[in-house]
């Protein structure tokens, strides 16, 4: 399946730029469309451009692979100060190979704990809820369906 290359951001022109970053697996690789502007980084600019007026860049740290374990390291390291807001589109893979909530719970906490140490005030973090398994064509009907149940214990957490 194809997905972006080259460099890992969008950008939607105009005045006094917001930067934001997303960071995660699943929707943030970009699957099924070949660049980042194609891609949920490009279809947020463009909506924060046409809500605000002002241009937009987002950067992508992404990885088909992270999990909740792998988010504090990445927000421990990246600089924060320079975006926004940071988006976070982790939890399909903790889902499918059946994390417990204690841990998923544990893993976000350290991130946040992370996190309030690392920004200022005005910063935003938006952690998307987990995307339903269901909405993956490989996992619909009996297959899907456990991971299903951990995705809505998840997002209760």
Known sequence: MPRPEGAPHAVA??????????????LAVGWGVASH?????GSLAR?????????VVVDVIADPDMTSAGLTPIIGGARLRD????????GVNDALTGVSPRVWKRNMAR?????????????????????SIRTIPTFVGSGGLLAEALVRRMNAI
């Open 83 to 90: 975006y926004d807001a940071v988006v976070t589109t982790i």
């Open 111 to 131: 991130a946040l704990d992370v996190w309030r140490n690392r920004v200022t005030q005005g910063n935003l973090l938006l952690m998307v809820s987990v995307t």
């Open 37 to 41: 502007d194609l891609a949920l980084a």
């Open 13 to 26: 022109d105009g005045p006094s730029a917001d930067r934001v970053l997303i960071i995660g697996s699943g």
């Open 47 to 55: 909506a924060l451009r046409a809500m605000t007026g002002r241009g």
